[in-house]
C-alpha cells in the first residue's frame, strides 16, 4: 500500500509539470540549459555594448575546452606473437590532455598493460584498482615539497633532543623517543601544552603524554572510523577520561563545549591566516624578481608556506566540520589526482571495472595486514617506519591495493569502531577481525618473499637524439605547408583553387599545419660552465697549462698561490696584510674590499680580475676558436677550452688473442662528440660514427653502452644463465648508472636497489671511490660496485637479451 501511494504520488506531481513543460515548448521551442563553457564561448564570441568585439580569431576560441569533454579513447588491433589478432589499448593521445607528465604515465600505462593482454595475463573482465593520492608537481613545486620535508626531519631531530632533555629533568629517567613519543611531543607544541577538550583549560606536562602510561591518548579529531583519515592534521592529544567516556566516536562540533574548544584552537586559525598574507607578500614580490633563480626561489617558498597553511587551515577546520567529508561510499574512495582521473577514462575504454582507491589507505592496509613490520615496547604496538631502500615497494603497494575492495573497507571500518571503544576484549576482537579480513591466509608470508622475484623495469629514455622544431614566423605571422602539385613541366608547384588562392595542408581535424624550422641541437650539457685558456709554463715552454680567469672578490685564499703573475700575486698578498681585501671563509659570499687593490696607482691601473692556474684542469675540451680580430699568433692560445660535464656513452671493443683469452679496450664518447654526431648537418654517418668500428689495435666494437641500460653479470661464461633459476638470474641484473673517465670505470647499481649511493657505500663499509669488484651472489651487501672494461663480464640489454614490459627476461 506504501509503494502504491508513493507512485500515486509521483504521477501526481508528473501530471502538474506536463503541461507547464508543454507551455515552455511552444513558447521557445525547446528548452536548452547551458554549460559554464559554452556561455562563456558566447560571451568572447559577441560584443560588448560599445560594439567592440571581445575576440576576432575563430581558431583561438575554438582551443576553449571544457574538463570533462574527454575525446574518446579508441582500441587498437594488433597480432601476437602466434599471429593471432588481439584487441589492445590505442593511443591514450587525444586533445584533452594537455599536460606532458600526465600523457608521459599513460604511455607507459599502455605499454605495461597491452604487453599483459598478449600474453593473456589480463582481459576485459580483469578488475583495476588505481592508486593516486598526489597531484601533478612542477619542478618548483617538488623542490618545495623537499624543502618542507627537510624541515619537517630536522624538526624531528631537534624534538628528539628536547623530549630526553624534558623528560629526564621532569622525572629523573633516560629515555630513547620512538615514533609514537615524537608524534606525541609535536602535537603538544602545536596545541601550546595545553588541553583542548577537556572542561578545564589546563597546562599539559611532558610526563602526562610520554612514559609506559601516558594520561593522554593521541585521538582523531573526525573520529576514524566516520572519516577514514589518520593524517596528522586529524590527530590532537586528549586526557584518556574525556576521550573514551565523553568524545568516544562524536566529533567536536556534536560536543556540548564546542565553543570554547573553537577558542582554544583558534590560534591555527590566526596561523593560517599570517601564512596566506605571507603568501601574498611573496606572490607579488615574484613579478618583481629580476633573475630566473630569484623567482624560482621565491617559487619554492610559496610552495613551502602553502603547505604550512594547508596543514594548520585543516587542522582547525576539522574542528568546524558539520558531517565528515569522507565516508565509506563508493564514490567517496576514489582519490582526484590528475592522473588517477585521465588514467581511469583510459582504462575505462576497455576494461568493464576500473576502481580508484585512496593512497592514505594503503599504510592502514599495509599494517592491518601485518606487511609494515612492526614491534611492541612497553606493551606498546610501534610500526616501523616503511622500507624505501628497495623498489619492490612499490610492487608490494601495488598487490595490496590489487586487494583492497569495498568489503575489505567495511572490515576495516568495523575494526576502528572496536578501537575507538579502547576495551581490551573488544581490542582482542579488532585484531581478530583484520586477521580474517586478509585476502588468503599466507597473504603476509608471500608478499615478504615475493621480494626475490621482483624484476624492476627502468624506464631511461634517450633524449639525447631529441631535435628541437620552431615553427617558421615571418614579422610575427605563422607560415603554413601548402600542398605541392606537378606543373606540365614536371615541376612541384604549390596547388592553388581557381582564385590563385594558395591550397594549404590541413589535419583531420581541419586545422592548417604549421612549417617548423627542424633544429640542430643535442639535450644535454655540452661542457661546464667555466672557459679556460692555454699557456705556456714559465718553468717549462714545452708544457701547456690551463688558467682561468676571476673576479678579485670572488676568489678563495688557496687560490692566492695560483695566481699566474707573480707581480699580481704580490699586490693581492699585500692587500690582503693590508686588509683591503679581506678573504671571505664562506664560500657562497664574495670577499669584501675595503678601498681599492692597485697595479700601479699613479697610473690608476686597478687589479679587478686576476688569472689562476687551473691544477685540476689537464684535458679539456677544445670548444671554438678565438675569433679573427682576437686571434693570438701562438696556436695554443687561439682556443677556448672548457672541462667535460658529462659522458653520453662508451664503447667496448672486444676479441680474443691469440691464447684464447678475451682481450677488452673501451673509449669514452663525451655530449661534445656525441652532439657532433647526433646534429643534423651530419649527413654522412658512416664517415663519422659515434664510434669507430675498431680500435687501435683492430678490436672489433661489441657494445655502446649508455646510461640506464641493464646489464647481466658472469662470472666465467655466459652460459652460466642456462642453467640458472629466474631468482639468481635477478641477483646478476645491474643498471648502467655512471661512465666515469679515469680507468674508464662503468658504475653499475642492482636493479632493485633505491638508496642514494653515499647510504650505499657507508652501508657497505666502503669509502666512496673504492672498487666493490662483481660481488655475484652479494648483491644485498654490495648494491653498487664498479668494474673496468676488462672485468666486464656481462650481458647487454638490447645486444644479448631483452626486458618485456611484463617483467621477463628473454635472451636472444
Excluded at 622544431?469 to 601548402?482: C, L, N
Excluded at 693581492?572 to 671563509?585: M, N, P
Aim: charged letters at 35%; glycine letters at 4%; a positive charge.
Amino acid at each position: 500500500m506504501k509503494l502504491n501511494k508513493i507512485e500515486d504520488q509521483k504521477e501526481s506531481i508528473m501530471g502538474l509539470l506536463y503541461p507547464i513543460f508543454i507551455e515552455q515548448l511552444k513558447k521557445y521551442e525547446f528548452i536548452s540549459i547551458k554549460r559554464l563553457d559554452e556561455k562563456v564561448f558566447d560571451f568572447l564570441d559577441g560584443q560588448n555594448d560599445d560594439g567592440q568585439v571581445f575576440c576576432n580569431s575563430k581558431n583561438k576560441l575554438k582551443k576553449l575546452y571544457h574538463p570533462s569533454d574527454i575525446d574518446v579513447f579508441r582500441k587498437q588491433i594488433v597480432k601476437d606473437g602466434n599471429g593471432n589478432e588481439k584487441l589492445v589499448l590505442g593511443s591514450p593521445l587525444i586533445s584533452s590532455i594537455k599536460n606532458p607528465m600526465a600523457m608521459r604515465a599513460l604511455h607507459q600505462l599502455r605499454k605495461v598493460l597491452n604487453a599483459l593482454i598478449i600474453e593473456g595475463q589480463v582481459d576485459e573482465k580483469t578488475r583495476i584498482h588505481i592508486e593516486m593520492a598526489r597531484e601533478l608537481n612542477d619542478a618548483n613545486k617538488r623542490k618545495g615539497i623537499q624543502d618542507y620535508q627537510r624541515e619537517i626531519e630536522n624538526n624531528r631531530k631537534v624534538y628528539i633532543e628536547e623530549i630526553k632533555s624534558l623528560y629526564k629533568a621532569a622525572t629523573t629517567i633516560d629515555i630513547e623517543p620512538t615514533e609514537d613519543d615524537i608524534l606525541r611531543y609535536q602535537l603538544w607544541i602545536e596545541q601550546d601544552k595545553k588541553t583542548i577538550y577537556e572542561e578545564q583549560y589546563t597546562n599539559i606536562s611532558i610526563s602526562q603524554i610520554i612514559g609506559s602510561d601516558p594520561d593522554y591518548d593521541i585521538e582523531h579529531t573526525i573520529p576514524r572510523s566516520r572519516s577514514q583519515d589518520n593524517s596528522q592534521m586529524n590527530k590532537t592529544l586528549c586526557s584518556k577520561r574525556y576521550n573514551r567516556e565523553i568524545k568516544k566516536n562524536k566529533m567536536p562540533i556534536e560536543l556540548n563545549n564546542h565553543r570554547d574548544i573553537l577558542d582554544r584552537v583558534a590560534s591555527w586559525q590566526k596561523k593560517y591566516l599570517a601564512l596566506e598574507y605571507d603568501i601574498i607578500g611573496i606572490s607579488k614580490s615574484i613579478k618583481a624578481a629580476t633573475t630566473k633563480e630569484q623567482k624560482d626561489k621565491k617559487i619554492r617558498l610559496r610552495h613551502k608556506l602553502n603547505l604550512q597553511k594547508e596543514y594548520f587551515k585543516g587542522k582547525y577546520e576539522r574542528f568546524t566540520y558539520t558531517e565528515p567529508k569522507v565516508g565509506f561510499k563508493n564514490s567517496q574512495i576514489p582519490d582526484t589526482g590528475i592522473i588517477t582521473k585521465y588514467a581511469a577514462a583510459y582504462l575505462k575504454s576497455y576494461f568493464g571495472r576500473v576502481e580508484a582507491v585512496k593512497g592514505g589507505m594503503v599504510a592502514e592496509f599495509r599494517k592491518a595486514w601485518g606487511i609494515q613490520e612492526s614491534y611492541i615496547k612497553d606493551g606498546k604496538k610501534y610500526y616501523q617506519i616503511k622500507d624505501r631502500s628497495k623498489h619492490t615497494h612499490h610492487c608490494i603497494d601495488a598487490i595490496t591495493i590489487a586487494c583492497m575492495t569495498k568489503d575489505k573497507y567495511d572490515v576495516m571500518a568495523h575494526a576502528w569502531d572496536l578501537e575507538d571503544d579502547l576495551d581490551k576484549n573488544q581490542y582482542k576482537l579488532m585484531k581478530s577481525v583484520l586477521e580474517q579480513s586478509k585476502p588468503w591466509k599466507t597473504f603476509t608470508e608471500d608478499l615478504k618473499k615475493i621480494e626475490d622475484e621482483i624484476l624492476i623495469s627502468h624506464h631511461t629514455p634517450d633524449n639525447v637524439k631529441k631535435q628541437s622544431k620552431k615553427i617558421v614566423r615571418i614579422r610575427g605571422k605563422k607560415q603554413f605547408v601548402a600542398e605541392m602539385e606537378m606543373d606540365t613541366n614536371g615541376k612541384s608547384i604549390p596547388r592553388t583553387d581557381s582564385n590563385n588562392k594558395i591550397i594549404f595542408k590541413k589535419n583531420n581535424k581541419g586545422e592548417k599545419i604549421a612549417r617548423f624550422h627542424q633544429g640542430d641541437t643535442i639535450r644535454g650539457s655540452l661542457h661546464q660552465d667555466s672557459i679556460y685558456g692555454a699557456i705556456k709554463n714559465p718553468l717549462n715552454q714545452e708544457e701547456i697549462r690551463y688558467v682561468i680567469r676571476k673576479e678579485l672578490e670572488s676568489i678563495k685564499a688557496s687560490d692566492v698561490e695560483n695566481i699566474v703573475d707573480e707581480i699580481v700575486k704580490q699586490k693581492v698578498k699585500e692587500a690582503i696584510t693590508a686588509k683591503v681585501l679581506l678573504l671571505s671563509t664562506n664560500p657562497q659570499q664574495k670577499n669584501k674590499l675595503d678601498g681599492k687593490v692597485w697595479m700601479n696607482e699613479g697610473k690608476g691601473i686597478q687589479i679587478n680580475k686576476v688569472r689562476l692556474y687551473a691544477n685540476s684542469v689537464k684535458n679539456p675540451l677544445h670548444i671554438k676558436e678565438h675569433a679573427m680580430l682576437s686571434k693570438s699568433k701562438h696556436e695554443h692560445k687561439q682556443k677556448v677550452y672548457a672541462q667535460n660535464d658529462e659522458n653520453y656513452c662508451m664503447a667496448i671493443y672486444e676479441d680474443y688473442d691469440k691464447k684464447g683469452k678475451i682481450k677488452r679496450s673501451s673509449l669514452l664518447i663525451n655530449m661534445f662528440n656525441a652532439g657532433n654526431y647526433f646534429k643534423l648537418s651530419n649527413d654522412d654517418k658512416t664517415n663519422y660514427p659515434i664510434a669507430p668500428e675498431k680500435d687501435e689495435n683492430e678490436l672489433p666494437l661489441k657494445y655502446i653502452l649508455t646510461k640506464g641500460k641493464m646489464v647481466l653479470i658472469y662470472d666465467k661464461s655466459p652460459d652460466e644463465f642456462l642453467e640458472m633459476s629466474e631468482n639468481k638470474i635477478l641477483e646478476r641484473l645491474f643498471q648502467i648508472t655512471q661512465l666515469d673517465v679515469e680507468g674508464s670505470c662503468i658504475k653499475l647499481l642492482h636493479h632493485q636497489e633505491a638508496r642514494e649511493k653515499k647510504i650505499i657505500t657507508e652501508s657497505m663499509g666502503l669509502k666512496i671511490g673504492m672498487k666493490g669488484g662483481k660481488n655475484l651472489g652479494e648483491h644485498k651487501k654490495f648494491s653498487w660496485i664498479k668494474i673496468s672494461e676488462n672485468s666486464f663480464d656481462c650481458l647487454v640489454q638490447d645486444y644479448d637479451f631483452k626486458i618485456t614490459p611484463s617483467g621477463k627476461i628473454n635472451f636472444l
